[in-house]
């Protein structure tokens, strides 16, 4: 975030735990109201926050510093609360940008800094999680690392604070560990935790980093998920951008565009691994159930619902829209919804089939390439999707559709460039198919016909690309034209390239 300074207070004690908790008190209305907001994993910016209430729930003591380990419980002029976790390190001299600066009642000052990019409280991660320590919490209960014994013979390593993370935290220590720090706290276990935990104590899964610890504070209402720890994958591209660079070179490139092309195929069969341990899982909450009726027509009438919002919402934007270009795009779009929607009946391919735990928030961004290799990681789910839903059971093909429209997104950002791979004949598309139709040897889990396969995959195509048009157009208007260009072109094979020839429409 950016702020001109920090924010000034004063406490009646010597510094130390009172002190903290008097500061954090002060903080509620001094600092929190107008910073969440700046704050990259602040989710919820279009909200009217109408009150914050600190809980200072565990503070530690080191040598040069203390750290407050602070969750912000957050109420809005209207709708659900939420809440944040926000740890703090408080030192006398800052070494990092401050947020806060008290003084206490012998004129000393010490400054809060975001934990998270702090080294104190890296250290101190990597020690209570070697150490597996449970620190009781002031609002009774216990925050507890979960660790595996691996986490006790890593080594000392240096952090260091991703940047561009936007939901979560994450730092990087040395080139061997990964910590994500969840920063919105709901109650249950995070599917990241969970389903991390099952891949990588009862399977011998390649594809996905193996999970070292998690992080949970467990109280009278249950636990909630703070964080992960898994093993680092250096030396590692992440699929979109690799998949953008390729595409980029492999203009008229046969020879480049047949090793893109292995390489997705690849990635077909690496997500089927996936799928199918996740679908030999046996615990209650992981093991795989049948498709019901009630999940077909569930599945249908929310991706019907769905249409209808990012419809009216599609032709309310319309009518502001000034350039020609994004015009066309959008009513090409509106007059054939209803086409789109009658696909969204192919559920019914998938009757009798498996439901499983799937990925659910599946897309290139959410891989990584190192070599041949390819690594899925981040499985929290939709962020936008409450956390029953994440851990709900979906037919496959969630995922398949979340990485088709994934790559179908990433053709048509390379539309109106002077240079790049457009895949008219969307050979990525039949690549990622082949791979995974080809790798899946489960019954039961996806249809066994190509055509029926196909006829079962739309309507999650279109119920991934609904949700992807409503984040475009509540966060980044300017892309809005993409999801759209890859629906329509994914639904109709049709070539859009007309549309942004006239130059304004690029994202």
């Known amino acids: ?162 940047s561009g993370e936007q939901s979560n935290s994450s730092i990087i220590f040395g080139d061997q560990l990964i910590v994500k720090l969840m920063r919105r706290i709901v109650p249950g276990l995070n599917p990241d935790a969970e389903i991390g935990r099952f891949l990588t104590r009862e399977t011998n899964i390649s594809s996905v980093p193996p999970l070292i610890a998690d992080l949970s504070l467990r109280t009278a209402a249950g636990e909630a998920s703070l964080g992960i720890a898994q093993r680092f994958v250096p030396n590692a591209r992440d699929g979109w951008g690799w998949l953008l660079d390729e595409l980029m070179r492999a203009d008229a490139n046969p020879a480049r565009q047949a090793t893109v092309i292995d390489a997705i195929h690849d990635l077909g069969a690496s997500t089927a691994e996936l799928h199918q341990a996740l679908a030999r899982a046996t615990d209650p909450a992981m093991a795989p159930q049948p498709i019901t009726t009630d999940d077909l027509t569930g599945w249908t009438r929310g991706t019907l619902q769905l249409m209808d919002t990012v419809g009216d919402a599609l032709a309310q934007y319309a009518g502001s829209v000034q350039d020609r270009t994004k015009l066309g795009v959008l009513e090409l779009a509106l007059n054939a919804w209803a086409i789109i929607g009658a696909s969204v009946v192919g559920h019914e391919a998938s009757a009798g089939l498996a439901k499983i735990r799937v990925h659910g928030d599946y897309h290139l961004g959410q891989t990584l390439l190192r070599g041949k290799a390819w690594r899925i990681i981040d499985f929290e789910g939709e962020p936008a999707r409450s956390l029953d839903e994440r851990r709900s059971r979906y037919s496959p093909l969630k995922d398949v559709a979340g990485m088709l429209r994934s790559i179908s997104y990433a053709k048509a950002m390379m539309v109106g460039e002077e240079r790049g791979w457009l895949d008219e004949a969307n050979a990525l598309d039949d690549a990622f198919i082949e791979g995974y139709r080809g790798a899946i040897t489960e019954p039961g889990l996806v249809p066994a016909t190509e055509s029926a396969f196909l006829d079962a995959l739309k309507p999650w195509i279109v119920d991934k690309a609904m949700y992807e048009i409503l984040y475009e157009l509540n966060n980044r208007p300017d892309w809005l034209v993409v999801p759209i260009a890859a629906l329509l072109r994914t639904m109709f094979q049709s070539d859009l390239g007309d549309y942004f020839a006239a130059g304004d429409a690029e994202p």
């Open 1 to 162: 975030m950016s702020q001109p300074g920090p924010v000034r207070l004063s406490v009646s004690g010597s510094f130390g735990e009172a002190a903290i908790r008097e500061g954090a008190a002060q903080l509620d209305t001094a600092l929190w109201p107008g910073a969440l907001k700046e704050f990259r994993w602040f989710g919820e910016k279009q909200r009217t926050i109408e009150r914050v209430a600190s809980r200072v729930e565990s503070i530690i003591e080191g040598d040069r510093t203390w750290i407050a380990l602070v969750f912000l419980d957050v109420t809005f002029q209207s709708g659900a609360d939420s809440t944040w976790f926000t740890p703090l390190v408080f030192e006398p001299k800052p070494t990092k940008p401050a947020l806060v600066k008290i003084t206490d009642r012998d004129d000393n000052a010490w400054f809060g800094t975001d934990a998270a990019a702090h080294p104190d409280f890296h250290a101190w991660v990597l020690a209570s999680m070697a150490a597996g320590v449970e620190i009781g919490v002031a609002s009774g209960g216990a925050l507890r690392w979960n660790a595996a014994p691996e986490a006790a013979q890593l080594p000392a390593l240096t952090g260091r604070l991703l």
